[in-house]
């Protein structure tokens, strides 16, 4: 059951995200953060916009809600984001201290969980697989349409 503060309805935010990257020509990832059942940081992948390699949905939401807070720590916030983090993301979750990791899709290939030992923060949560289809289909779209050109 979807509920307004469930897992599944702030994915669906990250989602929103995603699709606006998609729509601006980059790899379609979003993510939100979220503090006490409220949106207080949204982004999407913007490294082409940008030209920088570091410009990923994940970073630039921990830079939002950071400064939103006024401090660097978010380990009462939760990312929801529409691909596994990468190993650089995940670096930066340790960093602060978020509590809790939603994602949508796995990456096997870059994603943090592909590494030996975890790189997010020992108390972080991990949650996998939430609109886990959707997540997926989209990234699948993106690459498809680049083969296309």
Known sequence: MLTVFSDESFMKQAFNQAKLAFDAGEL???????????????????????NDFTAHAEMLAFTSASEFFG????????????????????????????????????????GFSSVPKSLLHPKTEIVSGIMEKECTEILDLFFETKRKI
Not at 78 to 102: D, H, N, Q
Request: hydrophobic share 40%; proline share 5%.
């Open 28 to 50: 379609p990832i979003g993510a939100v953060v979220v503090s006490n059942n409220k949106i207080i940081a949204r982004a999407h992948n913007q490294t082409e916009l940008l």
């Open 71 to 110: 401090n660097k720590y978010l380990n009462k916030c939760t990312l929801y984001v529409t691909l596994e983090p990468c190993v650089m993301c995940a670096g930066a979750s340790f960093w602060t201290r978020i509590g809790k990791v939603v994602y949508g899709a796995s990456d096997p290939k870059r």
